[in-house]
């Protein structure tokens, strides 16, 4: 018996902007990434947002960091996320459009 | 002197077990002055074991999703520790490898153009366990497809006399015409919170929420952005990070027969109250013991 991990998305719950934590954001605690940001497909420690929309007292902990799909004005894909959402990071027919409960038209 | 007789061929010895079990369910009260009337008694007899019968079954339910969850092994794991290619890696080259397996699981149903075929591959790289057997979350699109229904047949066992086993089917499993796997929904439990003309679902058994984080960018003079899933917009901040929480759910792959997980349903037994003649009690009780899968010894089987 085995258990395939998250392999349905029923959809978003919240989207919150997250700051990692480094010297430049007055946190320099994060033993990954130091000073830079962190790279896609690496672990870095992350804060939530403060009243002013810097970086907070918050901890999220440490958590994988992908970069996120990126699109021209005209919605062509000019680079994928190679992260665990992969091609359902698209405009039409991605995690928007499950989360509102649209059947998704799959692109291998 | 030492003794001379014959040794002993046979020694039977009682092995001593012990085990705890979770008593679930009420005991239905009864005015016993409503015996005089035979029809109504057992009317209202029924309509109060049919409502427990119904709550011990969804506890039942439940209870086998959350062993499920908490006991077995997650496909990723397995898939690192199957293939042979991973064997002479160290730690975290392996945690490496299961991230990327982890990675492909996430949303395979929905990325994938043939998702059940998709996670039959990955499962019959990770085990030799023979699956037949696919429950799926609700909302699985793809097995609308499916032609060919198929009965899934219930054994409830514990009865001593085997000809008077109850079974019951369930009309929700399909046939992959592809990979033969008889595959069965799990629709999450309903509250009636609203009222019974609008049922709302809750979080299904098999759902959790993950996490994850992405890096989102913006050149204004181009006009290429990230997508903001959120508000189904164009990103707004450049080299910004965003966390979303998404409400995920798993699959269960499995051979029939395995995990058995009740045993006892009902123990009843009925008897007047002796302080209170007028009454009678019904004590109706489910228990409840780990799982255990058939195809090996162990508590949890890969």
């Known amino acids: 018996m085995l258990i395939i991990p998250n392999c349905f998305i029923e959809g978003i719950s919240a989207r919150t902007q997250v700051y990692p934590l480094k010297a430049a954001n007055g946190r320099p605690e994060n033993p990954y990434a130091e000073d830079a940001d962190p790279v896609s497909g690496t672990q870095a420690y992350f804060a939530g947002a403060d009243a002013t929309g810097a970086a907070g007292a918050a901890k999220y902990g440490q958590m994988y960091t992908y970069d996120a799909a990126r699109f021209d004005a005209a919605g062509k894909m000019l680079s994928p996320n190679n992260g665990p959402l992969g091609n359902l990071d698209r405009p039409v027919g991605g995690l928007g459009s499950i989360t509102a409960g649209i059947v998704v038209r799959k692109m291998d | ?302």
């Open chain 2, 1 to 302: 002197m030492p003794e001379s007789a014959p040794a002993r061929a046979v020694r039977t010895r009682e092995e001593e077990i012990s085990v705890h079990l979770q008593r679930y369910g009420a005991d239905l009260v009864m005015d016993t002055n409503l015996l005089m009337m035979p029809g109504a008694y057992a009317d209202e007899f029924n309509l109060k074991l049919e409502f427990q019968q119904r709550a011990m079954e969804a506890k039942l339910v439940e209870l086998g999703y959350r062993a499920i969850m908490a006991e077995c092994r997650e496909l990723h794991e397995a898939i690192v520790d199957a293939n042979p290619a991973f064997a002479s890696l160290d730690d975290n080259s392996r945690a490496q490898h299961g991230l990327a397996a982890w990675n492909q699981c996430f949303g395979a149903l929905q990325k994938y153009s043939n998702g059940v075929g998709v996670i039959m591959a990955m499962a019959k790289r990770a085990s030799t366990c023979p699956f037949d057997t696919l429950i799926v979350p609700a909302g699985t699109e793809e097995i609308s497809n499916f032609g060919v229904a198929s009965n899934a047949t219930y054994l409830v066992s514990g009865i001593r006399d085997s000809d008077k086993s109850i079974t019951f089917g369930s009309d929700s499993f399909r046939v992959d015409p592809i990979s033969g796997l008889r595959v069965g929904v799990s629709r999450p439990p309903q509250t009636f919170e609203a009222g019974t003309s609008a049922p709302r679902a809750r979080v299904g058994h098999l759902s959790r929420t993950v996490r994850l984080v992405v890096k989102e960018t913006v050149d204004a003079a181009t006009g290429d952005s990230s997508w903001n899933h959120m508000d189904n917009k164009k990103s707004e901040t450049n080299n910004a990070y965003f966390l979303y929480d998404i409400v995920v759910s798993s699959a269960v792959i499995a051979v029939a027969g395995s995990g058995h997980l009740c045993l006892g349903y009902p123990s009843t037994s009925t008897f007047s109250v002796p302080t209170s003649p007028e009454e009678s009690i019904t004590q109706v009780r489910s228990i409840r013991r780990p799982l255990r899968c058939q195809q090996c010894t162990n508590k949890v089987c890969s």
